[in-house]
Structures are given as structure tokens and as C-alpha cells.
């Protein structure tokens, strides 16, 4: 990878309805192919809404058969896709969980590590949890996925930046708290903050595309946004508005945040090992 262009489709969903995402997926697809992308990322459980409580079994998909997955896999011969969706696992555990489509294909990049039970959130209720992170290469260099509530793990965005990933993407539906007055949605810039200061201290760039719409009550807030190595914010998309978002990402920015800062490169993961064993012995 040196430069390459990344489309993330801030999109609505509906809710259960499979058919009809796959169709707003492969539109989102075909403009963002027309726009030169490499790669396009959409939000979390995009393929099946977010507040889909029990229906989490009839909308769970296979990868290695899932007939719903085929027309967007025959869009990747060309262009990288990136959704959320609902999984079967081998042994029937449910899983929120990041597909990757690559030149035909279909493949499970991610489950949901942090499913959130808390507040609002009852995901935990509907979803077993993941149980690995890890990096992989894709056309577009080395790359990690996190969805939504991951990312507030310190753990495995580090982890994934250990593992060698230049990018981490992190898809979400993360909703709407409104407070004050401020033309921002607090949560936004609470996000945001997040996204850069794990980017300067990774040195690596961070990806986030959220969703927007209405669902049961709920509104997502979108602001979707990419932030370089050195922790600035590349491109932000709209609130609450739907957007295809185009921008470039470049190896030579992770180069120069870490030759200007080592910070990253002198990381003692030895030392981390050591003191973790330590630490969890005397929790026990």
C-alpha cells in the first residue's frame, strides 16, 4: 500500500430486512467504485439493522453459505468491502460480526468483542462475544477491524497495531446523547478526542464509520471520520445525514509520524507480557 482511496458509506438500515440492505449496499458500492475507491467500509450490523433483539437467529449468516452475501461478494472482484452483520459460528453461537469481501469472496474479519450491557445497551442479551483480535492483509496493506464498543478497549487497538495493522477500521452504531447547545452531538467529540489520541499514540491511521436513521426510538448520529498517524482528523462526514465519504490514505504518513516520533517503534512488549502476568497473578 502507498496511497489509497477509501470510500465509507454513512448509511441507514432497516431493520430485518436483509434484501433491502443488500441493495442499499451494492447502490453504495457501484457509486464508490465510480469514485475510484479501493475500498469501501460500512457501519455496523449494516447488513441487518441494529435493534434486531430475537430476530438475531432468523437474520444470522454463514459465510461459507449464504446466498444473501453472493451479490455483494460479486461486486468485490474489483473493490474491498467491509460490512457488520449477524453470524453463525460452527458450534450456532451469534455473533455482531465484520465481513470482508474480496474478489468474490466472503470471510469473518471480527466478532464483537465487548458486546455492551448497559444503559441502553442489552447487546450481550442477543450476541455471544468474540473471542480473538487480530490483523490480516487485504489489498490495501495490513488492516484491523473493532466494532464500536471495542474501540473503548484500550487492549486491542494495541494489540492490533502490535499485530502490524497500518489501519484500523472501526464500524459503529453508536446513538445519540443529546446535551447543551453545542452544534456537535457531545458523543461526537467524545469519539473523536478517543480517535486521535489512539491514532497519535499507534501511530496508525483510525477509520470510523458510524450509521445514521431512526430506529425503535433510537437516532444514530453518524460523523463518520478518518484520522492520520499524527492525530488529526482527515475528513468528517455529516451528522445525522446519510454520506458517501471518499478520502486517501497513505503509507508514507504512518512512515513519517513514527521516524518523527518513536514512541510506538520503542514499545517494550516483553515489559507489557511481564506485567500483565504479574498483575493477574495477584488479582487471583
Known sequence: MTIRTIAIAQIDTAVGDIKKNCATHIE????????????????????????????????ALRTDDAPALSAIAGESTDCTILAGGVEESASYGIHNAAFLFDRGTV????RKIYPPTYGMFEEARYFSRGTSVRAFDSPIGRIGVLICEDLWHLALPYLLALDGAEVIFCIAASPTRLSGTDPDPHIAQVNSVQHQA??????????????????????????????????????????????????????????????????????????????????ERDRR
Open 107 to 110: 470471510r469473518t474479519v471480527h
Open 198 to 279: 489512539i491514532a497519535r499514540l499507534l501511530s496508525t491511521h483510525i477509520v470510523f464509520c458510524n450509521r445514521v436513521g431512526y430506529e425503535d426510538g433510537i437516532n444514530f448520529w453518524g460523523g463518520s471520520e478518518v484520522v492520520t498517524p499524527s492525530g488529526d482528523v482527515l475528513v468528517r462526514a455529516k451528522y445525522f445525514k446519510e454520506e458517501l465519504l471518499f478520502t486517501e490514505i497513505d503509507q508514507n504518513d504512518i512512515r513519517r509520524a513514527r521516524r518523527l516520533s518513536r514512541h510506538f517503534l520503542d514499545e517494550d512488549v516483553a515489559l507489557v507480557l511481564k506485567e500483565l502476568a504479574r498483575i
Open 28 to 59: 453504495a458500492i457501484r457509486r464508490a467504485k465510480e469514485g475510484g475507491a479501493d475500498f469501501v467500509v460500512f457501519p455496523e450490523l449494516s447488513l441487518t439493522g441494529y435493534s434486531i433483539k430475537d430476530l438475531n437467529w432468523n437474520l
